[in-house]
């Protein structure tokens, strides 16, 4: 059995005017906001999760539960640059990571997450983990 859960910190979370959003949300259901270890970084009008260095490294996002995981993540992929076909290396890759239901510290579950696959050095860290902080800053 395929696993069906998708773990998203971007422009895919809820709320976000975005096709791909749209699609996700039209086509899972969400299971709560959540969180994964990991830092993030803001690539352009978007972020990249990378591996955590440290214990306090947290990244913020929505947890979903994917109607058609086959399919979805088909169209996911390509959208996130790793698909078949696409350029190598890819921006993303995707993987499975131990994620945390908020406000549900003992309740982990392993879902799918799109971990960025570049070089972050000239990156700027998003500190707090929650790409929406770096949003409601540009507005």
């Keep these: 059995m395929m696993l069906d859960r998708l773990f998203v910190y971007g422009t895919l979370m809820r709320g976000y005017d975005h096709p791909m959003a749209?699609?996700?949300?039209?086509?899972?259901?969400?299971?709560?906001?959540?969180?994964?270890?990991?830092?993030?970084?803001?690539?352009?009008?978007?972020?990249?999760?990378?591996?955590?260095?440290?214990?306090?490294?947290?990244?913020?996002?929505?947890?979903?539960?994917?109607?058609?995981?086959?399919?979805?993540?088909?169209?996911?992929?390509?959208?996130?640059?790793?698909?078949?076909?696409?350029?190598q290396p890819a921006p993303y890759r995707r993987e499975v990571a131990r994620v945390t239901l908020a406000g549900r510290a003992a309740e982990q579950v392993e879902a799918f997450v799109y971990i960025y696959n570049w070089d972050v050095a000239q990156l700027r860290r998003i500190l707090s983990g929650r790409f929406a902080d770096v949003v409601a800053a540009n507005d």
């Design 22 to 87: 749209r699609m996700l949300a039209d086509n899972a259901d969400y299971l709560g906001a959540a969180s994964m270890p990991g830092r993030l970084y803001q690539v352009r009008h978007y972020p990249g999760l990378i591996e955590a260095a440290a214990a306090s490294d947290l990244v913020f996002g929505d947890l979903f539960r994917l109607h058609r995981p086959a399919e979805l993540l088909l169209q996911l992929d390509d959208y996130e640059g790793c698909g078949e076909g696409g350029d």
